[in-house]
T-cell receptor
Framework: AQKITQTQPGMFVQEKEAVTLDCTYD???????LFWYKQPSSGEMIFLIY??????QNATEGRYSLNFQKARKSANLVISASQLGDSAMYFC????????????FGTGTRLTIIP | DTAVSQTPKYLVTQMGNDKSIKCEQN?????MYWYKQDSKKFLKIMFS???????INETVPNRFSPKSPDKAHLNLHINSLELGDSAVYFC?????????????FGDGTRLSIL
Protein backbone atom coordinates (compact mmCIF):
# COMPACT_ATOMS: atom_id res chain seq x y z
CA ALA A 1 0.00 0.00 0.00
CA GLN A 2 1.11 3.52 -0.71
CA LYS A 3 1.36 6.21 1.94
CA ILE A 4 2.10 9.92 1.80
CA THR A 5 3.15 11.88 4.89
CA GLN A 6 3.09 15.65 5.20
CA THR A 7 4.31 16.58 8.66
CA GLN A 8 3.64 20.33 8.55
CA PRO A 9 -0.05 21.02 9.17
CA GLY A 10 0.52 24.78 8.88
CA MET A 11 3.26 27.20 7.90
CA PHE A 12 3.61 30.98 8.02
CA VAL A 13 6.11 32.57 5.65
CA GLN A 14 7.04 36.18 4.95
CA GLU A 15 6.23 37.41 1.47
CA LYS A 16 9.13 37.09 -1.02
CA GLU A 17 10.86 34.40 1.01
CA ALA A 18 11.33 30.87 -0.28
CA VAL A 19 9.38 28.08 1.38
CA THR A 20 9.81 24.32 1.46
CA LEU A 21 6.85 22.04 2.02
CA ASP A 22 7.80 18.54 3.16
CA CYS A 23 6.52 15.30 1.71
CA THR A 24 7.70 11.76 2.34
CA TYR A 25 6.24 8.69 0.73
CA ASP A 26 6.23 4.97 1.15
CA UNK A 27 5.80 2.41 -1.60
CA UNK A 28 7.35 -0.88 -2.58
CA UNK A 29 6.87 -0.13 -6.28
CA UNK A 30 9.83 0.98 -8.37
CA UNK A 31 7.70 2.96 -10.80
CA UNK A 32 5.56 5.76 -9.43
CA UNK A 33 4.70 9.39 -9.94
CA LEU A 34 4.62 12.20 -7.39
CA PHE A 35 2.35 15.22 -7.75
CA TRP A 36 1.75 18.45 -5.91
CA TYR A 37 -1.62 20.19 -5.92
CA LYS A 38 -2.66 23.57 -4.58
CA GLN A 39 -6.11 24.17 -3.10
CA PRO A 40 -6.88 27.86 -2.50
CA SER A 41 -9.72 28.95 -0.25
CA SER A 42 -12.05 28.94 -3.26
CA GLY A 43 -11.76 25.14 -3.19
CA GLU A 44 -10.52 24.03 -6.59
CA MET A 45 -7.59 21.63 -6.98
CA ILE A 46 -4.78 23.07 -9.09
CA PHE A 47 -1.98 20.84 -10.40
CA LEU A 48 1.46 22.35 -9.77
CA ILE A 49 4.26 19.91 -10.58
CA TYR A 50 5.07 16.27 -11.33
CA UNK A 51 8.11 14.06 -10.66
CA UNK A 52 8.52 10.55 -12.03
CA UNK A 53 10.44 7.97 -10.06
CA UNK A 54 12.87 7.43 -12.93
CA UNK A 55 13.42 11.12 -13.63
CA UNK A 56 17.03 12.02 -12.92
CA GLN A 57 16.46 15.74 -12.84
CA ASN A 58 14.39 17.54 -10.26
CA ALA A 59 11.19 18.90 -11.80
CA THR A 60 10.72 22.66 -12.12
CA GLU A 61 7.70 24.74 -13.16
CA GLY A 62 8.19 28.47 -12.89
CA ARG A 63 8.54 29.34 -9.19
CA TYR A 64 7.88 25.74 -8.18
CA SER A 65 10.55 23.10 -7.94
CA LEU A 66 10.53 19.63 -6.52
CA ASN A 67 13.43 18.48 -4.37
CA PHE A 68 13.35 14.75 -5.12
CA GLN A 69 15.52 12.52 -2.93
CA LYS A 70 14.68 8.99 -3.94
CA ALA A 71 16.83 7.21 -1.36
CA ARG A 72 15.14 9.17 1.41
CA LYS A 73 11.73 8.80 -0.26
CA SER A 74 11.10 12.50 -0.07
CA ALA A 75 9.60 14.90 -2.61
CA ASN A 76 9.58 18.35 -1.09
CA LEU A 77 7.98 21.29 -2.88
CA VAL A 78 10.00 24.49 -3.00
CA ILE A 79 8.27 27.76 -3.79
CA SER A 80 10.66 30.59 -4.54
CA ALA A 81 9.85 34.26 -3.93
CA SER A 82 6.52 33.57 -2.26
CA GLN A 83 3.53 35.76 -3.06
CA LEU A 84 0.32 36.51 -1.18
CA GLY A 85 -1.55 34.41 -3.76
CA ASP A 86 0.43 31.36 -2.67
CA SER A 87 -1.62 31.18 0.54
CA ALA A 88 -3.49 27.88 0.21
CA MET A 89 -3.54 24.20 1.15
CA TYR A 90 -0.88 22.16 -0.58
CA PHE A 91 -1.22 18.44 -1.13
CA CYS A 92 1.42 15.92 -2.07
CA UNK A 93 0.10 12.85 -3.90
CA UNK A 94 1.44 9.64 -5.40
CA UNK A 95 0.24 7.43 -8.21
CA UNK A 96 1.46 3.96 -8.97
CA UNK A 97 0.83 3.18 -12.63
CA UNK A 98 0.02 0.03 -14.50
CA UNK A 99 -3.44 -0.68 -13.22
CA UNK A 100 -3.64 1.29 -9.99
CA UNK A 101 -4.67 4.69 -11.22
CA UNK A 102 -5.74 6.40 -8.03
CA UNK A 103 -3.93 9.26 -6.38
CA UNK A 104 -3.01 8.71 -2.74
CA PHE A 105 -2.93 12.06 -0.97
CA GLY A 106 -1.15 13.37 2.09
CA THR A 107 -3.00 15.31 4.75
CA GLY A 108 -1.89 18.65 3.33
CA THR A 109 -0.06 21.74 4.55
CA ARG A 110 -1.83 25.05 5.01
CA LEU A 111 0.55 27.78 3.85
CA THR A 112 -0.06 31.38 4.85
CA ILE A 113 2.02 34.15 3.30
CA ILE A 114 2.45 37.19 5.55
CA PRO A 115 2.77 40.60 3.87
CA ASP B 1 -13.57 26.12 -21.74
CA THR B 2 -14.10 24.15 -18.56
CA ALA B 3 -12.12 20.90 -18.64
CA VAL B 4 -13.89 19.00 -15.84
CA SER B 5 -17.26 20.36 -14.79
CA GLN B 6 -19.41 19.21 -11.90
CA THR B 7 -22.95 20.14 -11.04
CA PRO B 8 -24.23 21.29 -8.70
CA LYS B 9 -21.55 23.27 -6.90
CA TYR B 10 -23.52 23.26 -3.65
CA LEU B 11 -26.05 20.71 -2.46
CA VAL B 12 -27.97 21.15 0.80
CA THR B 13 -30.47 18.44 1.64
CA GLN B 14 -32.14 16.52 4.44
CA MET B 15 -30.95 13.24 5.89
CA GLY B 16 -32.56 10.29 4.17
CA ASN B 17 -32.92 11.95 0.77
CA ASP B 18 -31.41 10.71 -2.50
CA LYS B 19 -29.24 13.02 -4.57
CA SER B 20 -27.03 12.95 -7.66
CA ILE B 21 -23.90 14.82 -8.72
CA LYS B 22 -23.00 15.03 -12.38
CA CYS B 23 -19.55 15.23 -13.91
CA GLU B 24 -18.42 15.81 -17.46
CA GLN B 25 -14.95 16.19 -18.96
CA ASN B 26 -14.04 17.54 -22.39
CA UNK B 27 -10.37 16.54 -22.30
CA UNK B 28 -10.80 13.29 -24.20
CA UNK B 29 -9.57 11.31 -21.20
CA UNK B 30 -10.51 7.67 -20.79
CA UNK B 31 -10.46 7.48 -16.98
CA MET B 32 -12.60 9.33 -14.48
CA TYR B 33 -12.64 9.39 -10.68
CA TRP B 34 -14.64 10.42 -7.67
CA TYR B 35 -12.79 11.65 -4.58
CA LYS B 36 -14.22 12.65 -1.20
CA GLN B 37 -12.67 15.46 0.85
CA ASP B 38 -13.72 15.39 4.48
CA SER B 39 -13.95 18.23 7.00
CA LYS B 40 -10.25 17.86 7.79
CA LYS B 41 -9.41 18.34 4.11
CA PHE B 42 -8.32 14.74 3.63
CA LEU B 43 -8.85 13.52 0.06
CA LYS B 44 -9.64 9.89 -0.61
CA ILE B 45 -10.49 7.98 -3.76
CA MET B 46 -13.96 6.53 -3.97
CA PHE B 47 -14.34 5.19 -7.49
CA SER B 48 -12.54 5.06 -10.79
CA UNK B 49 -13.90 4.22 -14.23
CA UNK B 50 -11.92 3.48 -17.36
CA UNK B 51 -13.87 3.55 -20.61
CA UNK B 52 -17.16 3.15 -18.69
CA UNK B 53 -15.80 0.17 -16.74
CA UNK B 54 -15.41 0.26 -12.95
CA UNK B 55 -11.76 -0.31 -11.98
CA ILE B 56 -11.57 1.02 -8.43
CA ASN B 57 -14.18 0.78 -5.66
CA GLU B 58 -12.59 1.74 -2.39
CA THR B 59 -14.91 0.17 0.21
CA VAL B 60 -17.53 2.80 -0.29
CA PRO B 61 -21.00 2.08 1.17
CA ASN B 62 -23.35 0.69 -1.46
CA ARG B 63 -25.57 3.72 -0.95
CA PHE B 64 -23.11 5.36 -3.34
CA SER B 65 -23.57 4.27 -6.94
CA PRO B 66 -21.47 5.70 -9.74
CA LYS B 67 -22.71 5.56 -13.32
CA SER B 68 -20.72 6.20 -16.46
CA PRO B 69 -22.94 6.45 -19.55
CA ASP B 70 -19.89 7.20 -21.70
CA LYS B 71 -16.23 7.91 -21.09
CA ALA B 72 -16.82 11.67 -20.87
CA HIS B 73 -19.36 11.42 -18.04
CA LEU B 74 -19.27 9.98 -14.53
CA ASN B 75 -22.22 10.65 -12.26
CA LEU B 76 -22.54 9.85 -8.57
CA HIS B 77 -25.87 8.91 -7.04
CA ILE B 78 -26.24 8.74 -3.29
CA ASN B 79 -29.19 7.04 -1.61
CA SER B 80 -30.46 7.58 1.94
CA LEU B 81 -28.06 10.40 2.75
CA GLU B 82 -26.49 10.38 6.21
CA LEU B 83 -24.89 13.16 8.25
CA GLY B 84 -21.47 11.62 7.65
CA ASP B 85 -21.86 12.10 3.91
CA SER B 86 -21.32 15.84 4.35
CA ALA B 87 -18.13 16.57 2.45
CA VAL B 88 -16.77 18.03 -0.76
CA TYR B 89 -16.91 15.57 -3.66
CA PHE B 90 -14.43 16.01 -6.49
CA CYS B 91 -14.60 14.52 -9.93
CA UNK B 92 -11.33 14.11 -11.82
CA UNK B 93 -10.10 12.69 -15.10
CA UNK B 94 -6.88 11.51 -16.69
CA UNK B 95 -5.55 9.44 -19.57
CA UNK B 96 -4.78 6.01 -18.19
CA UNK B 97 -1.58 5.32 -20.11
CA UNK B 98 -0.10 8.80 -19.62
CA UNK B 99 1.43 8.08 -16.24
CA UNK B 100 3.25 11.39 -16.03
CA UNK B 101 0.14 13.45 -16.67
CA UNK B 102 -1.82 14.86 -13.75
CA UNK B 103 -5.39 14.15 -12.91
CA UNK B 104 -7.55 17.16 -13.71
CA PHE B 105 -10.10 18.03 -11.05
CA GLY B 106 -13.48 19.66 -11.18
CA ASP B 107 -14.26 22.50 -8.80
CA GLY B 108 -15.97 20.18 -6.32
CA THR B 109 -19.51 19.77 -5.02
CA ARG B 110 -20.06 20.77 -1.40
CA LEU B 111 -22.69 18.45 0.06
CA SER B 112 -24.28 19.47 3.34
CA ILE B 113 -26.72 17.17 5.13
CA LEU B 114 -29.13 18.79 7.55
Amino acid sequence: AQKITQTQPGMFVQEKEAVTLDCTYDTSDQSYGLFWYKQPSSGEMIFLIYQGSYDEQNATEGRYSLNFQKARKSANLVISASQLGDSAMYFCAMRVPFGNEKLTFGTGTRLTIIP
Amino acid sequence: DTAVSQTPKYLVTQMGNDKSIKCEQNLGHDTMYWYKQDSKKFLKIMFSYNNKELIINETVPNRFSPKSPDKAHLNLHINSLELGDSAVYFCASSQRRDNNQPQHFGDGTRLSIL
